[in-house]
């Protein structure tokens, strides 16, 4: 069974540019993931959808950053414009309705 | 609301001994998972083991296994005969069950083995 995909794998961007990321979970998986994680804390949920809509994205900051999963399948995160604190690795994760949450490699993007 | 604590920032243990990493949480459901995720440096986060509060019996998965206790709300992670390859950050997470797609974690346990 395939995992989560994620891409790209590492992005080094300006500040002030924007950038994307890419994920495809797991297949028949409903509920998606996107978390921060800055080196040596844990994940911080940004968004969280179940299918399509959104269930929670309470701390995505939504001046700069948005997200869609259109179809209910994949998925992108959007950072414009990027702050040097958002410098961090982007996991995607999904799950079924029960159970274990998957992640997937995650991205690791720097801001200078 | 849930919370998950893990009181230990860094654990270390010598190569093929055991150490246990501390979890605990705070909940009032009654039924709920909990899991330990590994994530190795620049690597990904995977799970590791996973228990559901409605059994009693602990999980096991070779090497790892785990200590619930549901009345106390602490969920242990006892790793037998380290290896090198055990070093990792290891965090707790909770899920409440049925309902809960919210998963909350633990601050993480950095472990070091020691050759």
């Known amino acids: 069974e395939a995992g989560v995909a994620q891409s790209p794998r590492y992005k080094i961007i300006e500040k002030r540019q924007s950038v994307a990321f890419w994920c495809n979970p797991i297949s028949g998986h409903a509920t998606l993931y996107w978390y921060q994680q800055i080196l040596g804390q844990g994940p911080k949920l940004l968004i969280q959808?179940?299918?399509?809509?959104?269930?929670?994205d309470s701390q995505l900051p939504k001046d700069r950053f948005s997200a869609e999963r259109l179809k209910g399948v994949d998925s992108t995160l959007k950072i414009q414009p990027a702050k040097l604190e958002d410098s961090a690795v982007y996991l995607c994760?999904?799950?079924?309705?029960?159970?274990?949450?998957?992640f997937g490699p995650g991205t690791r993007l720097t801001v200078l | 609301a849930q919370t998950v604590t893990q009181s230990q920032p860094e654990m270390s243990v010598q190569e093929a001994e055991t150490v246990t990493l501390s979890c605990t949480y705070d909940t009032s459901e009654s039924d709920y998972y909990l899991f330990w995720y590994k994530q190795p440096p620049s690597r990904q986060m995977i799970l590791v083991i996973r228990?559901?509060?409605?059994?009693?019996q602990n999980a096991t998965e070779n090497r790892f296994s785990v200590n619930f206790q549901k009345a106390a709300k602490s969920f242990s992670l006892k790793i037998s005969d380290s290896q090198l390859g055990d070093a990792a950050m290891y965090f707790c997470?909770?899920?409440?069950?049925?309902?809960?797609?919210?998963?909350?974690f633990g601050t993480g346990t950095s472990l070091t083995v020691i050759p």
């Open positions: 959808f179940q299918n399509n809509g959104v269930v929670d």
């Open positions: 997470a909770y899920r409440p069950f049925p309902g809960g797609n919210q998963f909350y």
């Open positions: 228990q559901e509060a409605y059994k009693q």
């Open positions: 994760a999904s799950s079924l309705d029960w159970g274990a949450q998957f």
